[in-house]
C-alpha cells in the first residue's frame, strides 16, 4: 500500500510538472500512464474527467477522483498535493527570478517555441478524450453542437455541458442504438 | 531615479495592492467556488483587477504570461504566483488553497456518489452525454487559444508535430518535449 502510494505521488509529480500550457495538454499522458500502471480503464478515466467538468474551479481537479479510485481517501490527498504542489513551487520560485532575467530575446524565443508545442500537446488531448466519448452519431453530434455554441456565443460552458449532457440522455431513450 | 526604481519593484506599487492574509484565501476560495465551466482565469482577472483592484490590468497579464509559460493549470500559477507577491509563501498557499479547495471537495463528494450508486445506468448515461458535449468544448478552448498558431506555416508545423508524435507515435511527454523543443526554440530564434 505505502509502494502504491509512493508510486502515485510520483506519477503525479512528475505530470504535474510536464504540464506546459495547462492540464488539457497532459490529458494524453495522464491516461497512458494511469492504464499503464494503476489500471484506470479509459472509461473511468473519461468520467472523472466529466465530473471535473461540471465542478467549479480549474477542472482538473479531478485528479483527485482518480487518486480516490485508486487508493481512497489518502489516494486523493496524495493526488491532490503530488499534482498541485511542484508546479506551483516552480511557478514561485521562476516568478522570483522573473525580474532578474527580464525581457531577453531568448527567453522570448522560448515562450513563442513553448505556445505551438502546448496547442499540438492539447489537441492530442482533444483526440484522446474524443477517441473514448464518442462512439456513435449521437456523441457525435453533441460534440459537434458544444463546439460550435461555445466559440460563436458566450454562454457559460458548464451550461452547454450539462444541457447536452441531458439532451444525450433524451436521445438515448429514443434512439439507444446511437449514442 | 534609484527612489522610484525601488518604489516600482515594492509589492504595493498599486492602491490597494497589500491583502491580509484572510482576504486573499476568501477571496480566491469565491472565485475557486463560482468559476463553472473553466475560465477560471478570466474570474481571477475580474477579481483582482476590476474587483479588489489589488494589480494593474498590465501588471495581471504580465502573471498570466509567466503562468502560461511554466508548467501547471494557468488558474493554479496564477494565484500562486499573485499570493506570493503580495504576502510570500503564506500568500502563494492561501490563495492556492482557496482556489482548489471547492472544486476538489465536490468533485470527491460527487466521485463518492457516483462510486457508490449500485444503479449507475443514468449517472452513466449522463456521464456519457457530458463527456461528448465537454470533447466539443474542450475542442472549442483549444481552437480559441490555438487561433493565432493554425495561421502560418511555422506554427502549425510545429502544432501539428507535437500532435503527430505523442498521439500517432504514441512516444512519452517528457520524449516528445525533449524532441520538439530545441527544433522550436531554433525556429523561433531571436533575430541578428
New interface residues.
Given amino acids: 500500500m505505502i509502494l502504491v502510494i509512493f508510486h502515485l505521488a510520483l506519477t503525479f509529480a512528475?505530470i504535474?510538472?510536464?504540464?506546459?500550457?495547462?492540464?488539457?495538454?497532459?490529458l494524453?499522458?495522464m491516461q497512458?500512464v494511469l492504464l499503464d500502471q494503476f489500471n484506470i480503464s479509459p472509461e473511468t478515466f473519461?468520467?472523472?474527467?466529466?465530473?471535473?467538468?461540471?465542478?467549479?474551479?480549474?477542472?482538473?481537479?479531478?485528479v483527485?477522483?482518480l487518486g480516490?479510485?485508486i487508493a481512497g481517501g489518502i489516494g486523493?490527498l496524495v493526488v491532490?498535493i503530488s499534482f498541485?504542489l511542484p508546479?506551483?513551487v516552480?511557478?514561485?520560485w521562476?516568478?522570483?527570478c522573473?525580474?532578474r532575467i527580464g525581457e531577453t530575446?531568448?527567453r522570448?524565443?522560448?515562450?513563442?517555441?513553448?505556445?505551438?508545442?502546448s496547442?499540438?500537446?492539447?489537441?492530442?488531448?482533444?483526440?484522446?478524450?474524443?477517441k473514448?466519448?464518442?462512439g456513435g452519431p449521437?456523441?457525435?453530434s453533441?460534440?459537434?453542437?458544444?463546439?460550435?455554441i461555445?466559440?460563436s456565443s458566450r454562454v457559460?460552458?458548464?451550461?452547454?455541458?450539462?444541457?447536452?449532457?441531458?439532451?444525450?440522455?433524451a436521445l438515448?431513450q429514443v434512439y439507444p442504438a446511437l449514442? | 531615479m534609484n527612489e522610484i526604481e525601488k518604489n516600482r519593484s515594492v509589492p504595493d506599487s498599486f492602491p490597494n495592492a497589500r491583502p491580509r492574509l484572510s482576504e486573499i484565501f476568501f477571496a480566491f476560495l469565491v472565485v475557486g467556488a463560482t468559476s463553472f465551466g473553466g475560465g477560471t482565469v478570466a474570474y481571477q482577472k475580474i477579481l483582482i483587477v476590476d474587483h479588489k483592484q489589488w494589480l494593474s490590468a498590465d501588471e495581471f497579464m504580465v502573471l498570466l504570461g509567466i503562468g502560461q509559460t511554466l508548467p501547471g493549470l494557468n488558474a493554479v500559477n496564477i494565484a500562486v504566483l499573485f499570493g506570493d507577491r503580495v504576502r510570500r509563501t503564506r500568500g502563494a498557499i492561501a490563495a492556492a488553497i482557496g482556489l482548489l479547495l471547492p472544486g476538489c471537495t465536490l468533485v470527491l463528494l460527487a466521485g463518492m456518489f457516483y462510486l457508490k450508486q449500485g444503479d449507475k445506468h443514468f449517472a452513466n448515461l449522463l456521464l456519457a452525454g457530458v463527456a461528448a458535449a465537454a470533447t466539443g468544448l474542450l475542442s472549442a478552448i483549444t481552437y480559441r487559444l490555438g487561433k493565432n498558431q493554425f495561421k502560418n506555416i511555422k506554427s502549425v508545423s510545429v502544432v501539428v508535430a507535437s500532435f503527430f508524435l505523442m498521439s500517432i507515435l504514441h512516444l512519452a511527454l517528457p520524449i516528445v518535449l525533449l524532441i520538439m523543443s530545441p527544433i522550436a526554440i531554433f525556429m523561433y530564434r531571436p533575430a541578428r
Avoid: K
Fill in positions: 512528475v504535474s510538472l510536464l504540464a506546459v500550457g495547462g492540464g488539457t495538454a497532459v494524453t499522458e497512458a473519461l468520467q472523472a474527467y466529466s465530473l471535473g467538468q461540471l465542478a467549479p474551479g480549474p477542472n482538473m481537479t479531478m483527485v477522483v480516490m479510485q486523493a491532490g498541485f508546479s506551483s516552480l511557478c514561485v521562476t516568478g522570483r522573473w525580474n530575446p531568448w522570448r524565443a522560448a515562450q513563442d517555441a513553448l505556445e505551438p508545442i496547442i499540438g500537446f492539447m489537441c492530442s488531448g482533444v483526440y484522446a478524450v474524443a473514448s466519448a464518442i449521437i456523441s457525435a453533441l460534440a459537434l453542437a458544444a463546439c460550435l461555445v466559440i457559460n460552458p458548464v451550461y452547454v455541458v450539462l444541457g447536452l449532457g441531458g439532451l444525450g440522455v438515448h449514442l
